[in-house]
């Protein structure tokens, strides 16, 4: 008997005994429809997450460029290691859509460990370009004090009594903050702690300062030059683009050619192999998940089982009449099969379809849209026609097994 004859006669069989048989199909539409759905929302999670991560509002793919100074013979003030020539440079290389440097704002208060004769107290310290506050006693810092970058500093009277007892002891004493050694040149009331119109600013105003302590920012920029500064570009790349490459090309350029390569360090954490390992996670655990929802196929395939061998039970005369007027075991065997088959491929399909429309259904109430791929649907249908074959084999053997004297006795 010819396999098409043996596909007509299966899916006659099973449209005769259609409520049984879409009973049968359930729990493979149940595992279909889970696991693409599951994989459908996971993939459009997976996706939105990178783009949020590693693109802006016109979905370019991004990477930032650091700058860390390791040379003490620097001026800060008109320090730059991102030049226009530099910004020129990178701009031309393939690839690369914009360039764009990042303004950081210099935190001005800092907190940090004072220590005198072993008595340590953690205070703020503000980093400034000059005082003019009311002296109970010195001076305040000059602009001469920040374009020298002098080791001074002024402390106000509870900061004073707290390291020194008095605070008329702690003018000229030298205290260390952060382990640099820093000469108090001048103590301010703590209850008056009112600081007027900065250099350059409009004279008459007052400020209020929270500080304890205030040296010069260059001071501190000079000897603690990678935690006051960081310089940073942001590089903006064009759709489909090869980052790795470009960032390799971008780093070689600034290290040998960088208008400060020999200054400090340039460096950049890649961010396209971040992405990948996040996409790495985010996909182990959309297939973990999926692999749970599938248990359900495993149970399905167990109740495609069961259906297929009541069918041989119940339709024992039937295959006793068809061997006895010629067929052969094989094309029995084949029938069963393409029936088992036949309705898990049918379910697959179904379960496919549900899942589709679940997956969008659900995102409707997501901030996120779902991701369909060709490869999900045709994975579904190959699992479900495997799940048939396999638990469809040993009915089938057993329906082309039988005796057909004992059958027809």
Known sequence: MRISEVLKS?????????RRTFLTMIGIIIGIAAVITIMSLGNGFQQKTLND???DAQGRSNQAFYFYPTSEAIDYSRFNPFTKDDLAAISKISGVDEVEVVETQEEKVRYMEATFSGKSESYDVSLVDASQYRMVSGRNLSLADFQNNQRYAIIN??????????PGLALHKSIQLD?????????YDSESAVQEAPVGGNSGVLFVTKSQIEIPSTTYQRYNPQKANEWEIIVYFEPDSNMKAINQQIYDYLITEGSAFDRGDYRFYDSSEMMEQI?????MITLFVSAVASISLFIAGVGVMNMMYISVSERTKEIGIRRSLGATRRSITWQFLLEGIAITALGGVIGYLMGIGLAFLISGF???????DFQTALVSVSVSVIIGLIFSVFPARTAARKNVVDILR
């Open 10 to 18: 299966s899916l006659i069989t099973l449209r005769l005994n259609g």
């Open 53 to 55: 991560l590693a693109k």
């Open 157 to 166: 009277l509870a900061a004073a009594t707290d390291l020194f007892e008095k």
């Open 179 to 187: 382990k640099q050694d820093y000469t108090i040149i001048g103590v």
């Open 279 to 283: 996409g790495s996670t985010l996909s």
């Open 366 to 372: 997501l901030p996120f849209s779902a991701i369909i």
